[in-house]
């Protein structure tokens, strides 16, 4: 069984490019969630799926970012005309009520760190 | 007031000793508590999860938990200089399913 996987694992970009990640979960999980982590900062909620549903949305999503998963398996997280502050790590995360320890239990993906310039 | 706090540390424990990690959260609709480890430059990686009141011991490491008190925290025993990390703590609150994290609280083990 492999873990949740990112792609890709680095992005530098140019301040107003547009960038898109992928995250494959865990395959029996069916949700699915995105963070963004910030040097010295714990992981901040973007944006959570359960099947192809995006069932929450943080305030930090603007409206540049968009998140899908559309046959709910893999999701991709994009942002549009990016900016110097959206540098950071990006992580996914995924989870099933039905497994691990009942708890629905969050396990991370390795993340797509991004460089905007 | 943050929903989640620790203190960023450096705390700094001797190879062999007991590091104590501890936690704070202030919705009291908080159910279940996670505590994540989490290495230079990597992905935060599960370690340990508590939802009631009291002990969960696991290997080295044991979770406490008191609601009351809207306190969790880890204890770490007989230390290694691979335990060296940030220790960060999440909490879910009920009806939620999004983990809401602290800062993280920087862990150096001394051999």
């Known amino acids: 069984d492999t873990g949740v996987s990112q792609n890709p694992r680095h992005k530098i970009t140019k301040r107003g490019q547009n960038v898109t990640f992928r995250c494959d979960p865990i395959s029996e999980h069916n949700r699915l969630y995105w963070y963004r982590q910030t040097l010295g900062q714990g992981p901040e909620f973007l944006t959570y799926?359960?099947?192809?549903?995006?069932?929450?949305k943080s305030r930090l999503l603007s409206d540049r970012f968009s998140a899908e998963r559309p046959k709910g398996s893999f999701s991709t997280l994009e942002i549009q005309r990016t900016e110097q502050g959206d540098s950071a790590m990006y992580l996914c995360?995924?989870?099933?009520?039905?497994?691990?320890?009942?708890?629905?239990?969050?396990?991370f993906g390795p993340g797509t760190r991004l460089t905007v310039l | 007031q943050k929903e989640v706090e620790q203190n960023s540390g450096p705390l700094s424990v001797p190879e062999g000793a007991i590091a104590s990690l501890n936690c704070t959260y202030s919705d009291r609709g908080s159910q279940s508590f996670f505590w994540y480890r989490q290495y230079s430059g990597k992905s935060p990686e599960l370690i340990m999860f508590i939802y009631s009141n009291g002990d969960k011991e696991d290997g080295r490491f044991t979770a406490q938990l008191n609601k009351a008190s809207q306190y969790v925290s880890l204890l770490i025993r007989d230390s290694q200089p691979s335990d060296s990390a940030t220790y960060l703590c999440a909490v879910k609150i009920q009806g939620a399913q999004k983990l809401v994290f602290g800062q993280g609280t920087r862990l150096t083990i001394n051999p």
């Open positions: 995360a995924s989870s099933s009520l039905r497994l691990a320890g009942g708890l629905d239990e969050q396990f």
């Open positions: 799926f359960q099947n192809e549903a995006q069932l929450e």
